[in-house]
């Protein structure tokens, strides 16, 4: 099945500590992105890439780090530099090539913090 | 101003109720509108595109006044599934390419 493939699940991270959100798709789509959710909040953008070797910031990539080497993986890297890591992080991805195209997610990693 | 704004609710309606929720957006540079609709600690996960002319897919209308820079869903015979978060979404053409804005969503429960 094609899809967007998000991991782990659940993670816990000590503080100070680095850790990588894993996020994979199949769907060959030159877009994807990080968003992050708190509890009762709308989805925040952290970084996008449209393209391979390339990606911008969003609005709150402070703390956070990505990496496109490849088309399909883009991996979150958060940092001890992000305060409050505790979140729900969605990994989304998007095909660019006809206007107007929605974004599917993965189904998240739940970040918290030890 | 947020970039797209959408009531909170909850709405809480019963079953069989017909309830509407609305999205202002404030670029008139969208370029494109959708509905996703969030379950609880789940991802986000496409209702329906939202088409200049408006759409219906079964029980759910969407509509879009650019003018106005208005979008509306409307749910007809309300469903005790159809208890979520619906998220009011647009397209923004940037210098880095594309960005989807998400308003921050409105609670919908349907109750017995």
């Known amino acids: 099945d094609g899809g967007i493939t998000q991991s782990p699940k659940y993670l816990f991270r000590k503080e100070g500590q680095n850790v990588t959100l894993s996020c994979e798709q199949n769907?060959?789509?030159?877009?994807m992105y990080w968003y992050r959710q708190d509890p009762g909040q709308g989805l925040r953008l952290i970084y996008y890439?449209?393209?391979?070797?390339?990606?911008q910031k969003g609005d709150i990539a402070e703390g956070y780090s990505v990496s496109r080497e490849k088309k399909e993986s883009f991996p979150l890297t958060v940092t001890s530099a992000q305060k409050n890591p505790t979140a729900f992080y969605l990994c989304?991805?998007?095909?660019?090539?006809?206007?107007?195209?929605?974004?599917?997610f993965g189904d998240g990693t739940r970040l918290s913090i030890l | 101003r947020k970039e797209v704004e959408q009531d909170p609710g909850p709405f809480n309606v019963p079953e069989g109720a017909t309830v509407a929720f609305n999205c202002t957006y404030s670029n008139s540079a969208s370029q494109s509108f959708f509905w996703y609709r969030q379950d609880c600690r789940k991802e986000p996960k496409l209702l329906m595109s939202v088409y200049s002319s408006g759409n219906e897919d079964g029980r759910f209308t969407a509509q879009l006044n650019r003018a106005s820079q208005y979008i509306s869903l409307l749910i007809r015979d309300s469903k005790l599934s159809d208890s979520a978060t619906y998220l009011c979404v647009a397209d923004i053409l940037t210098g880095g390419g594309n960005k989807l804005t998400f308003g921050t969503g409105t609670q919908l429960k349907v109750e017995l």
């Open positions: 989304a991805s998007r095909g660019d090539r006809i206007p107007g195209q929605p974004q599917h």
């Open positions: 769907l060959n789509h030159d877009a």
């Open positions: 890439s449209q393209i391979v070797n390339d990606f």
